[in-house]
């Protein structure tokens, strides 16, 4: 029967072979989109996870000088500042409440409002008599938070 009419036998053979060639282009055009597929959500959610904010509630409270501070306090006096930062990434504006204490002496207190994603530097003056050796501690707290973080001077 295939003897009969080899042009149709001549077109299955076109057909099949067009088939073959056809289904490699399709197998590599789909394998391409699917990486650029896999690619574009692969990049939203690694930039969604680098975003410090996202999704994520924290406060950073710190020292802004550490490894001065030791020399440049050694001998507080009144009008000497501890300058600090605290860093809200709460996602909405904060009120901080601050108090540094000096060998367990509350010498100094404060407040400061900070909005959302931003860093506040503090620069507190406070009252003390001269000392060579103090342990100070910075505390500082927001709604249910609270931060202490310590400085020997020596």
């Known amino acids: 029967m295939a003897l009969r009419n080899p042009s149709l036998r001549e077109g299955r053979e076109e057909k099949a072979e067009l088939w073959k060639i056809m289904s490699s282009k399709i197998i590599v055009i789909a394998t391409i989109i699917l990486l650029l597929v896999s690619f574009s959500v692969l990049f939203v959610v690694e930039t969604k996870n680098h975003d410090l904010d996202y ?13 001065d501070l030791p020399e440049a306090a050694a001998s507080l006096q009144a009008g000497d500042s501890l300058d600090f930062a605290i860093e809200n990434h709460e996602g909405e504006k904060m009120k901080y409440s601050y ?33 060579n050796d103090a342990r100070v501690s910075l505390e500082i707290s927001a709604k249910d938070l609270k931060y202490r973080i310590y400085k020997n001077l020596k």
């Open 99 to 131: 108090e540094i204490l000096a060998d367990g002496k509350k010498i100094a207190e404060g407040q400061v409002e900070i909005e959302a994603g931003e860093t506040r530097q503090v620069a507190p003056l406070f009252d003390l008599e001269r000392k």
């Open 55 to 67: 999704k994520k509630s924290w406060s950073v409270a710190y020292f802004e000088n550490p490894r």
